[in-house]
């Protein structure tokens, strides 16, 4: 929670996009790992994992077969795992997609410390990486360090325009910092992108509400549960808000 409001953040782990060269895995682990990446590849992390396991017995110095077991738990959401096969490897090896993994396993684990400094070494190692950045900000978010998130999720709109999530965050910076026209403007911009993203319209909602305005929160709203929005507080918070204002019929019939 972030004052009376919950706190709406998109978070994004990073798709594996390592250019695999054979030389860096021994010959004789090669073969597992070629079928770990194979089932990685579509969405088999289970078993995958056997396999990069396997690969990693038989060459334990391979940082790259242990980057893609790292990238196999967090699909699975198992942080911790993922954490301690990140952290075997020296942090000087992990690329910069498995530094930007590192920091949001910590954040899913609620260490926001370590996912802040693991994140901001994955923006030192590549400035522009995009999702570090949006992810960065999060973290600052969460760590209400509304400054430090607005610079980093300014610099991810500044270099990727089109990135929907990435003006939902900084409008959601821009409210921390009772900048609720500017916080406005980015959630629409987020919603021009793509107009799919429920939260985006719960943000819109909640900025309203600040400002007392209860139709056009009540729209926004009514948006939200519209879009499918799936948090159980804040379809809560939606339909007791529109219950208030007598608008039951903009609430969906299982929910009222």
């Known amino acids: 929670m972030f004052g009376r409001f919950l706190l709406i953040i998109i978070m994004i782990f990073i798709p594996m996009a390592f250019g695999i060269a054979a030389e860096e895995i021994s010959e004789s682990a090669y073969a597992e790992f070629k079928k770990g990446e194979d089932l990685a590849n579509q969405g088999k992390y289970e078993e995958a994992i056997d396999h990069f396991k396997e690969a990693s017995k038989i060459d334990p110095y391979s940082s790259v077969v242990k980057e893609w077991l790292g990238f196999c738990y967090i699909n699975l959401g198992k942080y911790d795992d993922a954490i301690t096969t990140y952290m075997s490897v020296s942090i000087s090896k992990l690329s910069t997609d498995s530094l930007a993994n590192l920091g949001y396993s910590y954040f899913k684990k609620n260490n926001l410390p370590s996912a802040i400094a693991y994140l901001s070494k994955a923006t030192a190692k590549d400035p522009n990486h995009k999702f570090a950045l949006n992810n960065l900000g999060l973290a600052y978010i969460a760590n209400k360090e509304a400054t430090e998130a607005e ?34 403007e980015c959630y629409r911009k987020a919603i021009s992108l793509n107009p799919n993203i429920a939260d985006t319209y719960y943000s819109m909602a909640v900025v309203y509400k600040l400002k007392e305005m209860k139709k056009e929160a009540g729209d926004y709203y009514a948006k939200y549960l519209q879009k499918g929005g799936d948090n159980q507080a804040k379809i809560a918070e939606a339909v007791g808000f529109l219950r208030d204002l007598g608008r039951l019929s903009e609430i969906p019939k299982e929910l009222r």
């Open 151 to 184: 610079t980093c999720l300014r610099h991810a709109t500044e270099l990727y325009p089109d990135f929907a999530e990435a003006w939902n965050n900084l409008g959601i910076a821009l409210r921390m910092k009772g900048k609720a026209d500017e916080a406005i």
